[in-house]
């Protein structure tokens, strides 16, 4: 399993409690003006970061 950001839910927030959830630093920004990455080497599926989405826009896939 492993994290996946659903472009159509993010509202891009300034400060995306997400990528400050996640205890792996899977999560991190190319550019502010997009929604958030997540990098699959890193993420551990602990499903911190889909807690911490107000949006509800994380999702664990396999």
Known sequence: MVARIIESKCKI?????????CPSTAIYRLDGDE???VDVKYCHDCGECIDACPNKAIVLTA
């Open 13 to 21: 927030c300034d400060d995306c409690l997400a990528l400050e959830a």
């Open 35 to 37: 929604p958030p990455v």
